[in-house]
Antibody, heavy 116, light 107 residues
Framework: QVQLVQSGAEVKKPGASVKVSCKAS????????IHWVRQAPGQGLEWLGW????????NYAQKFQGRVTMTRDTSISTAYMELTSLTSDDAAFYYC?????????WGLGTLVTVSS | IVMTQSPGTLSLSPGERATLSCRAS???????LAWYQQRPGLAPRLLIY???IRATGIPDRFSGSGSGTDFTLTISRLEPDDFAVYYC?????????FGGGTKVEIK
């Protein structure tokens, strides 16, 4: 079955960077995009962008351009999302999700806390 | 594209019918509209894509309809597990955007 296993919770100081990983199994990693979506506690869903694992192509939401970088390592079926210059507004659960088109399977989420 | 969901909260009893609305600020191309369910503490789960196609394993009490800018998710008879937050999302144009959600709560 499809599984997306994300890295553990992170606590970062303002101005720092965070890198979240997402290890895929149960399907061919290069056949589907990996999307990244975040959700602040008690809030709605916000899409950050996607990466095409086949060729590394990316599409970032304009809001995060210059601050987000999505990469992948096909040898271990793992995608990564790095977000820099963190502020308190970046505190959220970060989800990876597979899908070309709309995300159809989601990881359990990684909580990123930003605190001095 | 801005997605607006209504109502914000729907208070219903088990067995009742739920009708959730989603309006887009521009026409959603090719009806690239999805609905997700999110239960507390869990990740979103895809229910509907292509405006009306149920995702794998989704029971037929969930149905989606609509086109252009107006879309509806209907739950024909609410079961206890259906009390959750529901989000619509358009994926026809980047950036993908979500509605603010409709909470379906037990009356």
């Amino acid at each position: 079955q499809v599984q997306l296993v994300q890295s553990g919770a992170e606590v970062k100081k303002p101005g720092a960077s965070v890198k979240v990983s997402c290890k895929a199994s149960g399907y061919t990693f290069t056949d589907y995009y990996i999307h990244w979506v975040r959700q602040a506690p008690g809030q709605g869903l916000e899409w950050l962008g996607w990466i095409n694992p086949k060729n590394g192509g990316t599409n970032y939401a304009q809001k995060f351009q210059g601050r987000v970088t999505m990469t992948r390592d096909t040898s271990i079926s793992t995608a990564y999302m790095e977000l820099t210059s963190l502020t308190s507004d970046d505190a959220a659960f970060y989800y990876c999700a597979k899908g070309t088109g709309t995300p159809d399977h989601w990881g359990l989420g990684t909580l990123v806390t930003v605190s001095s | 594209i801005v997605m607006t969901q209504s109502p914000g909260t729907l208070s219903l009893s088990p067995g009742e019918r739920a009708t959730l609305s989603c309006r887009a600020s521009q026409s959603v191309s090719s009806n690239y509209l999805a609905w997700y369910q999110q239960r507390p503490g869990l990740a979103p789960r895809l229910l509907i894509y292509g405006a009306s196609i149920r995702a794998t394993g989704i029971p037929d009490r969930f149905s989606g309809s609509g086109s252009g800018t107006d879309f509806t998710l209907t739950i024909s008879r609410l079961e206890p597990d259906d009390f959750a937050v529901y989000y619509c999302q358009q994926y026809g144009r980047s950036p993908l955007t979500f509605g603010g959600g409709t909470k379906v709560e037990i009356k």
